[in-house]
Each structure stands twice: as structure tokens, then as C-alpha cells.
């Protein structure tokens, strides 16, 4: 079984920087790509961004330019800095992983549990 788990959530002013990171831990032979989903209030989830074991980074357009990705494959750790933040990227924030056990079923999704960000003055 693999666990992820986020931390770094929080309040934070408009304009303000967080950081966030998301650990995997567990039966892991292979990390694939890893990504940051959010779920604002009376939303859908969206993709905000990922990076492939390669360290190739995607951005969801709300993002590009204010957020990046980035990981730690030794640490099996993903990380999301959020600059200039706005009230509208306030959300549950989601690390996802796609991850081999080595277990003979292949590459499998996992979720964190999610840490809420809340972008207010």
C-alpha cells in the first residue's frame, strides 16, 4: 500500500506565497508522474500542475507563471510553490501520484487526503 501525504496548507494574504509539499510513502518500486489537483469551493476538481519522473513540468493556465512544481525523486516528494496568490486560489489542494509497487499489478493512482489553502485578508 502507499500512502501520500500533504502538509502546508494554511491562511495566507492576497499576494502572498505558500508552499506545499507531498510525501509517498510505502511499497514503492517506481514514482511516474506526480501532480497537484484543487477543489475550490462549490467546484470541480482541476489539474494544477505536474511533472513527469524526468522533472517535465505541465501548468494549468490559471497558474503558469505564479506556481511551480518540482520533486525530489530520492524522497519520493513532490512540492508546489504558489506566488502572488489570489482569493479565487483558495482550495483543497490534492498531491496524486501515479506508482509501481513492484507488485506485478503495474502502475497504480493514489490520493492524499488534501490540504486546505485559503487565500483571504
Known amino acids: 500500500q502507499v500512502q501520500l501525504v500533504e502538509s502546508g496548507g494554511g491562511l495566507v494574504q492576497p499576494g502572498g506565497s505558500r508552499s506545499l509539499s507531498c510525501a509517498a510513502s510505502?511499497?514503492?518500486?517506481?514514482?511516474?508522474?506526480m501532480a497537484w489537483y484543487r477543489q475550490g469551493p462549490g467546484k470541480q476538481r482541476e489539474l494544477v500542475a505536474s511533472i513527469t519522473a524526468s522533472h517535465s513540468p505541465n501548468y494549468a493556465v490559471s497558474v503558469k507563471g505564479r506556481f511551480t512544481i518540482s520533486r525530489d525523486n530520492a524522497k519520493n516528494t513532490v512540492y508546489l510553490q504558489m506566488n502572488s496568490l489570489k482569493p479565487e486560489d483558495t482550495a483543497v489542494y490534492y498531491c496524486?501520484?501515479?506508482?509501481?509497487?513492484?507488485?506485478?499489478?503495474?502502475?497504480?493512482?493514489?490520493w492524499g487526503k488534501g490540504t486546505l489553502v485559503t487565500v483571504s485578508s
Open positions: 510505502g511499497s514503492i518500486y517506481s514514482v511516474y508522474v
Open positions: 496524486n501520484a501515479g506508482v509501481d509497487s513492484g507488485d506485478g499489478l503495474g502502475r497504480m493512482d493514489y
